[in-house]
């Protein structure tokens, strides 16, 4: 067995190189950086507005700003953090704190870290999840709380995660210089960058309390099927029905996100949270970004209530779970073949593959195995096609009336080109000449033939 993550050492003098951090030009990753630290604030607030008051209309929105000017168009518009917006958000991350710490798991090993640590997690996330869901509807069906009052306040919980989630990357930024979990962990030397990419990969409090799992998976993706939920029960106590727009939107997030719940053991092997560091573009991402921007076409639906009839609500609600399971199978397929040592049949047959070499930043040479065939033989990044058309089935329910809905589409399709981009650069400085054979005998990124 590896080096377990928790055993407390002092941060190395010198960070591990972030190669994946600095995949574009210094010039274009530090003009990114700042954009997005100081514009994707202000949108989650502008984005909510949008669906909730302005029709999903940018035409509405845009002469708003226009005729009050940015700035005091969005003080109009942006609501001040209330006590029942923190009350609400404080109840649901305490409960998910505590279901985190005290459910019952099986103990996980995560994927060797570049300093040669190995997480060890506890899987209860399914557990999590199926308690979450249950208690959430139990208190709505025994009249003791009503998630309609989630809806109606989503405003003012938005604008408090905005700040407190902020202040929880500043938390973040001060331990990873003062108190590192592990020797994973290190400055890059530039205050921007530490704040933005984060400085330790698996940030714990106490020797169990994993940071990055709660804010990823037990906040932010419960936080996205507690809302879908919640938005579906608006509606029915606005109109006494669900449109079924809203039950195939509901149904196939909900469907994706218990796929994620299922599988979240799976998780703790990809980038997010074997590579990417606890900094705001993880953390707040998850935090704000996925409550916000990931449920926005269900956000949308709850006031555009459109019907689809039968005949067309079944296909989009069987072309999306096509979709999430291709997108699985595809996760599933990776990992039972490294799982396996490259011993489990791939679609029936023995899986072609290629052995690379690498070093550790101790300098130590170890191995990993590269799938090449079965949806590994399409593209580098085939699973990223199932995921972005996925989203584009929970959404199209809302039809082509506005574009708003069709937001988080579209940044996904931009936030997975870029990710196969980084993670290419960063599996190309990893591998070396054997990333190159893997390029060679599986030429595409993501869509084979095309991209
Ligand atoms: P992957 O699960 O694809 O993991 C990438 C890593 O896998 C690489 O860094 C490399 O790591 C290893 N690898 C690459 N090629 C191969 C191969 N041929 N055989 C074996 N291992 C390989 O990355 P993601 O984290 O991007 O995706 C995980 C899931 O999360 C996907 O389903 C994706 O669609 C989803 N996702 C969803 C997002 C959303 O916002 N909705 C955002 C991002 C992801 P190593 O160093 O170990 O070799």
């Known amino acids: 067995m590896g080096k377990q993550q928790q055993q407390p050492k002092p941060a190395p003098a010198a960070p ?8 574009h030009s210094p010039l274009l990753t530090y003009a990114s950086m700042v954009t997005l630290l100081s514009l994707c604030p202000p949108f989650v607030i502008l984005l909510w507005y949008t669906m909730v008051h302005a029709d999903g209309s940018v035409l509405q929105i845009y002469e708003h700003l226009r005729d009050h000017g940015i700035l005091e168009g969005l003080k109009a518009i942006w609501p001040a953090p209330t006590l029942v917006a923190g009350k609400i958000i404080l109840g649901f991350a305490l409960f998910e704190a505590a279901l985190q710490l005290l459910l019952p ?13 190995v997480p060890v997690y506890k899987a209860n996330g399914l557990l ?28 003012e919980i938005y604008s408090a995660l905005v700040f407190g989630s902020l202040v929880f990357c500043l938390l973040l930024y001060i331990k990873g210089h003062v108190a590192p979990s592990s020797s994973d962990s290190g400055s890059a030397g530039n205050v ?11 940030p714990r409090i106490g020797k169990h309390f994993d940071i990055k799992v709660f804010t990823n998976c037990r906040f932010g993706m419960m936080s996205w099927a507690v809302l879908a939920v919640t938005y579906c029960i608006k509606q029915y106590e606005m109109n006494g029905r ?52 990931y449920t926005s076409p269900g956000m949308y639906l709850v006031n555009h209530p459109v019907n689809l009839g039968p005949q067309l609500a079944l296909s989009i609600l069987l072309a999306g779970i096509l979709c999430i399971y291709i997108n699985y199978d595809c996760d599933r397929q990776r990992q039972e073949f490294r799982r396996t040592n490259g011993k489990a049949t791939v679609w029936g047959k023995a899986p072609s593959k290629i ?17 090449t065939s079965g949806w590994w033989g399409f593209s580098r990044h085939f699973h990223y096609a199932p995921e972005i058309l996925a989203a584009f089935f ?58």
């Open 105 to 117: 798991g099986k103990r996980f090993e995560g994927p060797i870290s570049p300093s040669g640590n």
């Open 355 to 371: 052995i690379a070499s690498y070093q550790t930043t101790k300098g130590e040479t170890k191995t990993s195995l590269l799938l």
């Open 394 to 451: 929970w959404t199209v329910p809302a039809l082509f009336t506005h574009f708003m809905p069709y937001f988080y589409v579209i940044f996904l399709t931009i936030l997975l080109l870029d990710r196969a981009k980084r993670d290419d650069d960063r599996c190309s400085t990893k591998y070396g000449k054997y990333w190159k054979m893997y390029c060679n005998r599986v030429p595409y990124r993501v869509v084979p033939g095309i991209y």
């Open 242 to 293: 669900v449109a079924d727009s809203m039950l195939v939107n509901t149904a196939l997030m909900l469907i994706y996100i218990t796929k994620f719940f299922w599988w979240e053991s799976g998780y703790w092997c990809t980038m997010d949270i074997a590579h990417d560091r606890a900094g705001f573009y993880i953390c707040w991402g998850c935090l704000v970004w996925v409550p916000s921007i």
């Open 192 to 202: 921007i960058i530490d704040f933005y990419w984060g400085m330790e990969l698996y």
């Open 128 to 155: 999590a999840y199926a308690v979450t869901l249950l208690t959430y509807l139990s208190l709505w069906w025994f009249g003791i709380f009503n998630p309609a009052i989630v809806y109606d306040h989503l405003g």
């Open 16 to 23: 591990p190189p972030q190669p994946s951090k600095t995949a």
